[in-house]
């Protein structure tokens, strides 16, 4: 009589978690058993340990899907540092890139250096070599072979950017000039280029809008995003590509103009002749500046989705905390004094001007304006210093220092520090999502989604790579305050299986069969130390620091594809060496065949540990 083969060992067993499959269903202690990069068995008695290697103790402990996250800015980093560990541990196993419409594509380096350097405080000349020494690819096809030859740590998704395919079609300064529309052979080129990265399984395109993402470099410098010229025919046609293929438009809208908000908001709506348009639209939800406005876009949504639209906002689920080293901030591009210093790259012009009376004036009317659309607050005296050569200072704000200084005009304490002190000077404010009541209002909105880290950018601006982490500490502080506003079983399937569904990915569920990105955390270091701030060299470009985030205790271990990248709260040996991560596409299934355990891809420069 023949025997039955005997079950294969499991190669990772988490024993006695309290598991969350990323749907939304109640969580209960149960084994999972990881086999072939795969989830093989998730029981409620104890599996078979005979043969596993890896067997985790995760009693008291979470296990939970890989978190999505939804907008990155990792499309230079990727290229030289493909571990992305600052997000891995932190328990992020899929990132999405292309954000903003910033990709890489087409654009060669000089074009995305100019691109990605200001608007994402990404250092131009790091981006200009990244692209041009990896370039290999001219499709989109070929680069996702591309990325896939790389030693990916996460699992990766994509935008197409709208201005990488306006730039390459138009070029640079051509797709930077109001006057200047594309030529019926380059809008048939775009659309063909935005069909070729839907073929190969991108989710979309991503737009802008917003007027204060500029361009670096001398050749267009301070000119807007190539995306932000393009008129109502262009777009029209770009996103009917992408309403019949059932992808998404990612878009930064224009907030100095609100009704072209609107506008986006009503072009998702299908009905009986066209589908409607998945849109995500870019938020920094709960302004300071307009404390208001978030009544509107929570209205707003709710109001397009009743009428058949499919339309979310994104939304960084902490506060919207900045970091600033003297002027060098983004959200001084949203007014004419501001920009006008930004544009001005050598250090010793910049002085000149912010010593000129007459810009001082110019900076002090900005300042004061502060009726209508806007991002910043403007308020000097809601900015604190935390570093400076004069120690005097540190700990005031900018307003402080003035009313100390014999009743100065905060704008000229503000320019009078800079130029003294240059990028020496380092401050910080808090531009949203700063009343806890309203961000758990937000949090359980169904047009909301749960993302906006802006991973890979800002440098020294800011930090959310843990922003996941930070939801669940939130619902789980409130549910023990007796204020429940979020089950942990909706915050993680907000984070995790309710993404990977809207986007169409095959990610952020821990089923038998599903691929095996899981976490494990504990929830007790839930902590404080989720909102710390610490610095860390980006070994990809060439050791310069980084704001990142270090809660190491919280993240015990991280599988992707079943592999181990962050093991006992450190990193495996895996990671920049085996390719962990895949490349999802678009409608992807949850069968398709995972790398082999043993592959290994040539080494790149990794982010610091």
Same mark, same amino acid.
């Given at each position: 009589?023949?025997?039955?083969?005997?079950?294969?060992?499991?190669?990772?067993?988490?024993?006695?978690?309290?598991?969350?499959?990323?749907?939304?269903?109640? /969580?209960?202690?149960?084994?999972?058993?990881?086999?072939?990069?795969?989830?093989?068995?998730?029981?409620?008695?104890?599996?078979?340990?005979?043969g596993?290697?890896?067997?985790?103790?995760?009693?008291?402990?979470?296990?939970?899907p890989?978190f999505v996250?939804?907008?990155?800015?990792?499309?230079?980093?990727?290229l030289?540092?493909?571990?992305?560990?600052e997000?891995?541990?932190?328990?992020?196993?899929t990132?999405? %890139?292309?954000?903003?419409?910033?990709?890489?594509i087409h654009v060669?380096?000089?074009?995305?250096?100019?691109?990605?350097?200001?608007?994402?405080?990404?250092?131009?000349?790091?981006?200009?070599?990244?692209v041009?020494?990896?370039?290999?690819?001219?499709?989109?096809?070929?680069?996702? /072979?591309?990325?896939e030859?790389?030693?990916?740590?996460?699992?990766?998704?994509?935008?197409?950017?709208?201005?990488?395919?306006?730039?390459?079609?138009?070029?640079?300064?051509?797709?930077?000039?109001?006057?200047?529309?594309?030529?019926?052979?380059?809008?048939?080129?775009?659309?063909?280029?935005?069909?070729?990265?839907?073929?190969?399984?991108?989710?979309?395109?991503?737009?802008q809008?917003?007027?204060?993402?500029?361009?670096?470099?001398d050749?267009?410098?301070?000119?807007?995003?190539?995306?932000?010229?393009?008129?109502?025919?262009?777009?029209?046609? %770009?996103?009917?590509?992408?309403r019949?293929?059932?992808?998404?438009?990612?878009a930064?809208?224009?907030?100095?103009?609100?009704?072209?908000? %609107?506008?986006?908001?009503?072009a998702?709506?299908?009905?009986?002749?066209?589908?409607?348009?998945?849109?995500?639209?870019?938020?920094?939800?709960?302004?300071?500046?307009?404390?208001?406005?978030?009544h509107?876009?929570?209205?707003?949504?709710?109001?397009?989705?009743?009428?058949?639209?499919?339309?979310?906002?994104?939304?960084?689920?902490?506060?919207?905390?900045?970091?600033?080293?003297?002027?060098?901030?983004?959200?001084?591009?949203?007014?004419?004094?501001?920009?006008?210093?930004?544009?001005?790259?050598?250090?010793?012009?910049?002085?000149? %001007?912010?010593?000129?009376?007459?810009?001082?004036?110019?900076?002090r009317?900005?300042?004061?304006?502060?009726?209508?659309?806007?991002?910043?607050?403007?308020?000097?005296?809601?900015?604190?210093?935390?570093?400076?050569?004069?120690?005097?200072?540190?700990?005031k704000?900018?307003?402080?220092?003035?009313?100390?200084?014999?009743?100065?005009?905060?704008?000229?304490?503000?320019?009078d520090?800079?130029?003294?002190?240059?990028?020496?000077?380092?401050?910080?404010t808090?531009?949203?999502g700063h009343?806890?009541?309203?961000l758990?209002?937000i949090?359980?909105?169904k047009?909301?989604?749960?993302?906006?880290?802006?991973?890979?950018?800002?440098?020294?601006?800011?930090?959310?790579?843990?922003?996941?982490?930070?939801?669940?500490?939130?619902a789980?502080?409130?549910?023990? /305050?007796?204020?429940?506003?979020l089950?942990?079983?909706?915050?993680?399937?907000?984070?995790?299986?309710?993404?990977?569904?809207w986007?169409g990915?095959?990610?952020?569920?821990?089923?038998?069969g599903?691929?095996?990105?899981?976490?494990?955390?504990?929830?007790?270091?839930?902590d404080?130390?989720?909102?710390?701030?610490?610095?860390?060299?980006?070994?990809?470009?060439?050791?310069?620091?980084?704001?990142?985030n270090?809660?190491?205790?919280?993240?015990?271990?991280?599988?992707?594809?079943g592999?181990?990248v962050?093991?006992?709260?450190?990193?495996?040996?895996?990671?920049?060496?085996?390719?962990?991560?895949?490349?999802?596409?678009?409608?992807?299934?949850?069968?398709e065949?995972?790398?082999?355990?043993?592959?290994?891809?040539?080494?790149?420069?990794?982010?610091?540990?």
């Amino acid at each position: 009589m023949p025997v039955a083969p005997a079950t294969p060992p499991f190669d990772t067993i988490l024993r006695g978690g309290l598991y969350f499959d990323g749907e939304g269903n109640r /969580a209960q202690v149960r084994d999972v058993g990881i086999r072939d990069g795969r989830v093989a068995a998730v029981s409620a008695t104890p599996l078979d340990a005979t043969g596993c290697p890896d067997v985790v103790d995760a009693q008291g402990k979470w296990v939970v899907p890989g978190f999505v996250d939804i907008h990155t800015h990792y499309d230079i980093e990727v290229l030289e540092g493909p571990a992305l560990l600052e997000s891995l541990r932190h328990g992020v196993t899929t990132v999405l %890139l292309g954000s903003c419409s910033l990709s890489t594509i087409h654009v060669g380096g000089v074009d995305a250096g100019d691109l990605f350097g200001r608007v994402e405080a990404i250092p131009r000349m790091h981006a200009i070599r990244a692209v041009d020494e990896a370039r290999d690819w001219s499709t989109a096809q070929e680069y996702v /072979a591309a990325l896939e030859r790389r030693a990916l740590g996460p699992n990766l998704a994509a935008f197409i950017g709208h201005s990488d395919m306006r730039t390459a079609t138009m070029g640079l300064d051509r797709a930077t000039r109001p006057e200047v529309r594309p030529t019926a052979a380059e809008q048939r080129r775009m659309e063909q280029m935005l069909t070729e990265a839907l073929d190969a399984g991108f989710v979309g395109m991503s737009a802008q809008q917003l007027l204060f993402d500029k361009l670096d470099g001398d050749r267009c410098r301070s000119r807007t995003l190539p995306s932000t010229y393009a008129k109502g025919r262009e777009m029209r046609r %770009l996103r009917r590509v992408l309403r019949e293929r059932d992808r998404i438009v990612q878009a930064g809208p224009d907030a100095s103009h609100p009704h072209t908000i %609107l506008l986006q908001a009503l072009a998702s709506i299908g009905g009986w002749f066209r589908k409607p348009l998945k849109t995500s639209l870019l938020s920094a939800a709960d302004i300071k500046a307009i404390p208001f406005v978030i009544h509107l876009m929570r209205l707003l949504a709710g109001v397009v989705n009743r009428l058949g639209a499919d339309f979310r906002w994104q939304h960084l689920p902490v506060p919207f905390e900045v970091y600033a080293d003297g002027i060098d901030l983004v959200i001084f591009e949203e007014f004419g004094s501001g920009a006008q210093a930004l544009h001005l790259q050598e250090k010793v012009a910049r002085d000149e %001007l912010m010593r000129d009376p007459a810009y001082r004036t110019a900076f002090r009317k900005d300042y004061e304006s502060k009726y209508g659309p806007r991002v910043w607050h403007r308020d000097f005296f809601d900015a604190e210093i935390v570093a400076c050569p004069d120690p005097s200072v540190i700990g005031k704000s900018f307003g402080q220092v003035g009313v100390e200084r014999g009743g100065q005009h905060p704008v000229d304490a503000f320019l009078d520090l800079v130029v003294e002190h240059g990028t020496a000077i380092r401050w910080r404010t808090t531009i949203s999502g700063h009343r806890p009541d309203v961000l758990r209002k937000i949090a359980q909105e169904k047009g909301v989604q749960m993302g906006f880290s802006d991973a890979g950018a800002h440098l020294r601006n800011m930090a959310f790579y843990n922003f996941g982490l930070r939801l669940l500490k939130h619902a789980r502080d409130a549910e023990r /305050a007796g204020r429940p506003f979020l089950s942990a079983e909706r915050a993680v399937h907000r984070l995790t299986g309710e993404l990977a569904e809207w986007y169409g990915i095959d990610a952020g569920r821990i089923r038998e069969g599903d691929r095996a990105d899981v976490v494990v955390l504990d929830p007790e270091r839930l902590d404080e130390t989720l909102e710390d701030y610490h610095e860390a060299p980006v070994a990809a470009y060439d050791g310069i620091p980084r704001m990142v985030n270090r809660n190491d205790a919280t993240v015990t271990h991280v599988y992707v594809g079943g592999r181990a990248v962050w093991h006992g709260s450190a990193v495996t040996p895996a990671v920049g060496v085996d390719r962990t991560g895949r490349f999802l596409t678009s409608g992807g299934t949850h069968r398709e065949p995972l790398p082999a355990t043993s592959e290994r891809v040539a080494p790149a420069n990794q982010t610091g540990v």
